[in-house]
């Protein structure tokens, strides 16, 4: 999960204000012009500047248009502290084509996208706290009436004639140090296993990659300073007899205390989301002992997301086990709400935002079973 973005930031939200502005060269605020079209030679098609200068400042106009298929690369600079944190700009910038078009964040702070569609580009800087209703990003009701609070985003969009890749290919040979990164982060790139996506109104990180090593199909997390949930969709009725069964191995733990403390809230795990809005994780932590369960201490997470702890420090690093589980005795357990009737989704979760240090596990083997029926998540 965006894990910072589940801090206590709703009423500092409420304070902030709404502004969007361009470069003194530029329009009024709002969006910024591209550049005249380049040459058909040159790999940049066009470019476009703009500043955000409020940490609320909705949804901001470009004025670079695309046509479907087009690459383009966008860098973003800037950041923005809330509840000691510094969040950069690959938590909080996003980006959509037209109006209506869905709304995507940044991988990186230098990242590349293929436009969807046709349309304009639009960018905004989310705060902490804010979840939209809707994939195209609509704010909440009375956003824009906030007061403004004082920020420094600078964002530079570039279309290319060709590849992403190669442009700035082309800019890196010339000394351009943000395109010199662009490439490296797609070089870095990682792929998730068949059928799972970022939860989408998170976004996406580069936090998960397909495959459990030692041969096993799964999925693998080992980064530090990045918050990422990945899901994929199940329809599974919730019977008293629905097992989940996974094997894990954890590699490093990042909390640097309890994870029920939401300055030690950084953790990996496993987790099923039901058809109430209630998701239940299974981890493993170095602070906590096996057989705790807690409510997530962040705001907003606190009353849809439960932790159960299957390993304390005790277990060893490095070391494959095998857990088996009754989804509904522990949803029993830990939860405490009325039963759900269905599975709808399975996630997992990596977040080491708070401490910033190493976090790395994998998970294999993750089958969902009830009698005879089994459904195999990889």
């Known amino acids: 999960m965006r894990a910072f973005a589940r801090v206590r930031c709703l009423c500092i939200v409420m304070t902030l204000g709404l502004a969007a502005a361009c470069s003194p060269q530029e329009p009024p605020p709002g969006g910024a012009a591209p550049t005249a079209a380049a040459a058909p030679s040159d790999p940049v098609a066009g470019r476009a500047h703009v500043t955000i200068d409020n940490a609320v400042a909705g949804w901001a106009a470009s004025g670079l248009k695309v046509a479907k298929g087009d690459e383009v690369a966008l860098f973003a600079d800037g950041n923005l502290e809330a509840l000691g944190l510094v969040l950069e700009p690959k ?222 420090a005790e277990a060893p690093l490095g070391a494959w086990s095998t857990h088996s589980r009754n989804v509904l005795a522990d949803y029993t357990t830990a939860v405490g709400l009325e039963p759900p009737k269905r599975i709808v989704g399975v996630w997992f979760i990596g977040t080491s935002v708070f401490g910033r240090q190493r976090a790395a596990a994998s998970f294999a083997n993750v089958v969902i079973s009830d009698g005879e029926r089994q459904v195999s998540v990889f």
């Open 91 to 312: 938590f909080l910038v996003w980006y959509r084509v037209g109006e209506d078009g869905d709304a995507a964040n940044l991988v990186a702070n230098q990242d590349t996208f293929v436009a969807p569609a046709d349309g304009e580009i639009f960018v905004t800087v989310r705060p902490p706290g804010v979840y939209w209703p809707d994939r195209r990003g609509t704010y909440p009701d009375g956003f824009s009436a906030a007061p403004a609070v004082p920020v420094n985003f600078q964002i530079d969009l570039v279309r290319f004639n060709g590849t992403a890749a190669n442009g700035l290919s082309t800019l890196a040979a010339g000394g351009d140090a943000a395109a010199k990164t662009a490439l490296a982060n797609i070089a870095a790139r990682k792929t998730l296993p068949p059928g799972f996506e970022p939860l989408w109104y998170l976004g996406a990180s580069n936090v998960w990659a397909n495959g459990a090593g030692d041969g096993r199909p799964g999925i693998t997390a080992d980064t530090a300073g990045d918050t990422e949930i990945v899901r994929k969709a199940l329809d599974i009725p919730l019977t008293p007899n629905t097992e989940i069964r996974f094997d894990w191995r954890y590699d490093a733990v990042p909390a640097l205390g309890p994870e029920t403390e939401q300055q030690f809230h950084d953790y990996l795990s496993i987790a099923v989301e039901f058809d109430n809005g209630q998701d239940l994780t299974w981890l493993r932590s170095s602070h906590l002992a096996a057989g705790t369960h807690f409510h997530c201490p962040l705001a907003w997470w606190d009353s849809r997301e439960t932790h159960f702890v299957l390993q304390g």
